[in-house]
Nanobody, 115 residues
Framework: QVQLVESGGGLVQPGGSLRLSCAAS????????VDWYRRAPGKQRELVAR???????DYVDSVKGRFTISRDNAKNTVYLQMNSLKPEDTAVYYC?????????WGQGTQVTVSS
């Protein structure tokens, strides 16, 4: 069974940066589209960013200009560079493939933006 492992989260002050990583236990990201999601306390899961096999990206409006999704197919890893973080970015961040997400999601990585 393929495992997804998200990492890189933490506590950061507003305006700070974090780089999240999403690693797969085997090569499933190439040539699939990969999404980053987040779930804030009391809210539904939200699609944050998407990268397709060709490297084209898309973002939810609230993170455009601040977040950058990228991929390293050789390492079976997808990244989410998050800059100018805001308190409203606080959430657990997850990754998965699209349009057929793996049934088994990773544990996610907690991002907390607070002074």
């Amino acid at each position: 069974q393929v495992q997804l492992v998200e990492s890189g989260g933490g506590l950061v002050q507003p305006g700070g940066s974090l780089r999240l990583s999403c690693a797969a236990s085997r090569n499933i990201f190439n040539p699939n589209t990969v999404d980053w999601y987040r779930r804030a306390p009391g809210k539904q899961r939200e699609l944050v960013a998407r990268i397709n096999p060709g490297g084209s990206t898309d973002y939810v409006d609230s993170v455009k200009g601040r977040f950058t999704i990228s991929r390293d197919n050789a390492k079976n890893t997808v990244y989410l560079q998050m800059n100018s973080l805001k308190p409203e970015d606080t959430a657990v961040y997850y990754c998965n493939t699209f349009p057929k997400p793996l049934a088994s999601w990773g544990q996610g990585t907690q991002v907390t933006v607070s002074s």
